[in-house]
């Protein structure tokens, strides 16, 4: 006879009601929000403790992972996640099954509700991840697309609660590219009641449609072109590469020179500001060896939270929290 699983945390449900997708932050309410960052922080808590024992949700399930581009964090931290929380994690690449093109994507979809519990993917196209989630019959997780990168913003709030207290109420600057974890970053600023400044070239100002939605949910985030004024007094400061994966190298890098977080640019940011960065960085465009080194530096526990907080994500996806 087969050893019994174990009896799982308080914190989880038995079933989920419905399939649950994590897509996008903004389909979610703050309060749900915080249930998912709340659950990732418990179970990081109890890691390689005999409490851990309970938190093995996915005990007997597969969660395909789709992966379009190279990954390192996005990857491992799925890998890992899954198999502390009982499952087996199935790596496939997008070369593999064309997601798209030898079949529909609605055909992949129902395909792989048969044969696994969960699906994760990467890839560029973020209305080719919502199509799979629509006709997907298990949770869809956007792992990263051109436009949003949810389960890192979730990590990056995760990181800076553990250094700074609640995020809510506090000033977070962003110097740089607008991209897909800005946007991200956009949609938490709706939900968790946090400031967020941007600075960024004229050019590569936040789509209206984006800056309409922010408006419109409450968002307190102001736009303009100096670094020197966004990171003023505030309590993180974070930038991202200049040339985002699917970008060609090129005018971008003369517009956001400016843009560069240093030591001086940092230096005006509250006392004991934090940095982050998702990685990877390229070290002496975007960011200083000295910032990403430096004492002030969150890089690193940043993409340690990748694992915690998409443990919350699963927990979720699987039934295991309630707002």
Same mark, same amino acid.
């Given at each position: 006879?087969?050893?019994?699983?174990?009896? +799982?945390? &308080?914190?989880?449900?038995?079933?989920?009601?419905?399939?649950?997708?994590?897509?996008?932050?903004?389909?979610?309410? $703050?309060?749900?929000?915080?249930?998912?960052?709340?659950? /990732?922080?418990?179970?990081?808590?109890?890691?390689?403790?005999?409490?851990?024992?309970?938190?093995?949700?996915?005990? /007997?399930?597969?969660?395909?992972?789709?992966?379009?581009?190279?990954?390192?964090?996005?990857? %491992?931290?799925?890998?890992?996640?899954?198999?502390?929380? /009982? #499952?087996?994690? *199935?790596?496939?690449?997008?070369?593999?099954?064309?997601?798209?093109?030898?079949?529909?994507?609605?055909?992949?979809?129902?395909?792989?509700?048969?044969? %696994?519990?969960?699906?994760?993917?990467? *890839?560029?196209?973020?209305?080719?991840?919502?199509?799979?989630?629509?006709?997907?019959?298990? &949770?869809?997780?956007?792992?990263?697309?051109?436009?949003?990168?949810?389960?890192?913003?979730?990590?990056?709030?995760?990181?800076?609660?553990?250094?700074? #207290?609640?995020?809510?109420?506090?000033?977070?600057?962003?110097? $740089? =590219?607008? @991209? @897909?974890?800005?946007?991200?970053?956009?949609?938490?600023?709706?939900?968790?009641?946090?400031?967020?400044?941007?600075?960024? &070239?004229?050019?590569?100002?936040?789509?209206? /449609?984006? +800056?309409?939605?922010?408006?419109?949910?409450?968002?307190?985030?102001?736009?303009?072109?100096?670094?020197?004024?966004?990171?003023?007094?505030? =309590? !993180?400061?974070?930038?991202? !590469?200049?040339?985002? *994966?699917?970008?060609?190298?090129?005018?971008?890098? @003369? +517009?956001?020179?400016?843009?560069? %977080?240093?030591?001086?640019?940092?230096?005006?940011?509250?006392?004991?500001?934090?940095?982050?960065? !998702?990685?990877?960085?390229?070290?002496?465009?975007?960011?200083?060896?000295? %910032?990403?080194?430096? &004492?002030?530096?969150?890089?690193?526990?940043?993409?340690? @939270?990748?694992?915690?907080?998409?443990? #919350?994500?699963?927990?979720? !996806?699987?039934?295991?929290? #309630?707002?």
């Amino acid at each position: 006879m087969p050893n019994k699983a174990p009896p +799982l945390h &308080p914190v989880f449900a038995k079933e989920a009601p419905v399939t649950r997708h994590f897509l996008d932050l903004s389909d979610f309410s $703050g309060a749900e929000l915080r249930a998912i960052l709340r659950a /990732g922080e418990e179970i990081k808590a109890r890691r390689r403790t005999p409490a851990a024992a309970g938190d093995r949700l996915l005990e /007997g399930k597969v969660v395909a992972m789709i992966f379009e581009q190279p990954s390192l964090r996005t990857r %491992v931290s799925f890998d890992v996640g899954i198999r502390e929380l /009982g #499952g087996s994690p *199935m790596m496939v690449t997008g070369r593999e099954i064309e997601l798209g093109e030898r079949e529909t994507i609605a055909d992949t979809a129902k395909v792989l509700s048969r044969y %696994v519990d969960a699906i994760m993917i990467r *890839m560029l196209d973020h209305d080719a991840v919502v199509e799979m989630a629509k006709y997907a019959t298990v &949770p869809v997780i956007n792992g990263l697309t051109k436009r949003q990168h949810p389960c890192q913003v979730m990590a990056d709030v995760m990181t800076f609660e553990e250094r700074k #207290g609640s995020i809510k109420g506090k000033r977070i600057a962003w110097t $740089g =590219d607008t @991209n @897909n974890v800005l946007t991200s970053w956009i949609h938490a600023a709706g939900r968790l009641d946090f400031e967020l400044a941007i600075a960024t &070239p004229e050019e590569l100002a936040p789509p209206k /449609g984006l +800056l309409d939605w922010a408006k419109k949910h409450g968002a307190r985030l102001s736009v303009g072109t100096r670094p020197e004024a966004a990171v003023e007094g505030a =309590d !993180c400061v974070i930038t991202d !590469c200049w040339v985002s *994966m699917g970008d060609e190298e090129g005018t971008r890098h @003369n +517009l956001l020179r400016p843009y560069q %977080v240093d030591e001086r640019l940092l230096g005006r940011a509250g006392k004991d500001a934090i940095f982050m960065h !998702c990685l990877p960085a390229s070290r002496g465009e975007e960011v200083t060896d000295q %910032v990403m080194d430096g &004492p002030q530096s969150a890089v690193f526990d940043e993409a340690e @939270n990748r694992l915690h907080a998409q443990k #919350g994500i699963l927990a979720w !996806c699987f039934g295991g929290v #309630g707002a």
